[in-house]
């Protein structure tokens, strides 16, 4: 019965060393799960953070298409309004050109009226010169011709009272 109490005992220590063991182990693996469990939870915050977040960038992702479309179709009608601004401009410069050409060649045309009219102006200044200078010989020429009418009405009067005279001494006096 000793042996009995000694292999009990033995049974008893090697029963409460087996407990040890398996309550560390098990102590070991309950801490490991409790870590793996934070663990988890942790990563299921991260998860839905990133989802959020993805769902955010999602969400940023369909604004940013929808304003690269804008962008896209704005960029299009800016280089359409482009295209038509530079024809328009250079139709307009080509008008310029033509514009300066039909001033150039006006301008000469003008210059050139300009020393017409210069010339006809000098030569209408010489003629009127001339023109006066005939006007004042013909008023000389008109009063010496008036004098002389003046005169010859005088002779013509002084004629006729002598031919007058002259009939009434050759007429019979009755």
């Known amino acids: 019965m000793k042996r009995l ?17 398996q309550w560390q182990r098990d102590r070991r693996l309950n801490l490991e799960v409790n ?3 934070k663990a988890r939870q942790a990563q299921d915050v991260k998860i839905s953070e990133q989802e959020k977040a993805a769902s955010g960038l999602s969400a940023d992702l369909a604004r940013f298409k929808e304003q690269f479309k804008e962008a896209h179709a704005d960029a299009s009608e800016a280089r359409t309004t482009l295209r038509k601004v530079q024809q328009e ?19 000469t045309a003008v210059t050139a ?55 009434e001494l050759r007429a019979p006096r009755k």
Do not use: H, P
């Open 5 to 21: 109490g000694w292999i009990n005992l033995l049974g008893v220590a090697a029963l409460a060393l087996l407990c040890a063991v």
């Open 35 to 37: 870590r793996l469990e």
């Open 89 to 107: 401009n250079a139709q307009l410069e080509r008008e310029r050109e033509q514009l300066k050409a039909s001033v150039t060649n006006w301008s």
């Open 113 to 167: 009226r300009d020393n017409t009219i210069r010339e006809l102006n000098d030569r209408l200044r010489d003629t009127t010169a001339r023109l006066n200078d005939s006007i004042v010989k013909f008023n000389e020429l008109a009063t010496n011709y008036n004098a002389s009418v003046q005169r010859f009405n005088e002779l013509a009067t002084n004629y006729n009272s002598v031919v007058t005279q002259l009939n």
